[in-house]
């Protein structure tokens, strides 16, 4: 019996030395430091994805809310009041009223329609630029963190040789450490680069579609203001209803089934 037990005891699973946890402890101050930049890279990016993700679906639900309610308003002042307050296409619209405005109190300015749309390109640009805040970062991110988990990845396997040299043996026990620290940091930074540079490709291709609904809905205001507000883009009505269907005349009693009536 007391064979047994210690051969059970024999058979226990040993302790896990080279986890995760041990192999940041394994590579010290420098291997934390690295580990704390790439969490707070990864933190940021999520942050922008999110962030930038519901201003650019809040323009587009603007736009759609308020195309054809502006179109369909006496004029552009009229129809600017349809647009949420603060938004990239009341802006615009704002802008557009008031180069109008501003053109009829100047001399020697040239056409309106070309004084309109400077002021509309320069409205457009601006409204580009605040949508475009934060790619800047997930770029950086995307570009550098690889290579920051490459630098952990020279120390760790920078520290195994050393082992080495000092034990005069390349014994796993010797290198695991240092190794898998290495290979834990080009994990990470590829984990923190890959989401990055995914982010900032759709975040910039979203943006380029606001960019070209900005792009119609100025060239539109332009063609209204040249026109004397006769030109105006069409608007997809909604499904036509369908006509109520005829009630049927009611058969008389003695007709059912086909039967004529009976005559006397």
Not at 61 to 69: D, F, I, L
Not at 120 to 139: D, K, M, R, V, Y
Not at 175 to 190: D, S
Not at 242 to 259: D, H, I, L, Q, Y
Request: charged share 15%.
């Amino acid at each position: 019996m007391f064979t047994y037990l210690l051969a059970a005891a024999g058979d226990v699973a040993p302790e896990n030395k080279f986890g995760f946890m041990q192999a940041m402890e394994e590579g010290g101050p420098v291997a934390w430091s690295i580990l704390a930049v790439m969490v707070i890279m990864s933190v940021g990016s999520f942050y922008i994805l999110f962030s930038k993700l519901f201003e650019q679906n809040k323009v587009i639900g603007q736009y759609r809310k308020g195309k054809a309610a502006f179109w369909r308003s006496a004029g552009l002042k009229d129809g600017a009041l349809k647009f949420e307050k603060n938004s990239a296409w009341r802006q615009l619209a704002d802008d557009a009223v008031k180069a109008r405005d501003d053109h009829a109190k100047m001399h020697g300015a040239g056409s309106e329609a070309s004084y309109v749309e400077d002021s509309l390109a320069h409205s457009q640009e601006t409204i580009n630029a605040a949508l475009s805040g934060g790619l800047p970062f997930l770029a950086s991110v995307g570009a550098t963190a690889p290579f920051i988990g490459l630098l952990g990845t020279v120390i760790g396997i920078y520290r195994a040789l050393i082992n080495i040299g000092i034990e005069g043996s390349a014994s796993i026990d010797k290198v695991a450490g240092p190794v898998g620290e290495a290979l834990i940091m080009t994990a990470i930074g590829l984990l923190v680069a890959v989401p990055a540079v995914l982010a900032f490709n759709w975040l910039q291709s979203r943006n380029r579609r606001i960019a070209a609904l900005m792009t119609d809905f100025c060239n539109d205001i332009l063609a209204y203001i040249g026109s004397d507000g006769t030109v105006k883009p069409s608007l997809t009505a909604g499904p036509a209803a369908k006509p109520a269907a005829k009630p049927t005349a009611a058969k008389p009693a003695g007709t059912a089934g086909g039967a004529k009536p009976a005559t006397k």
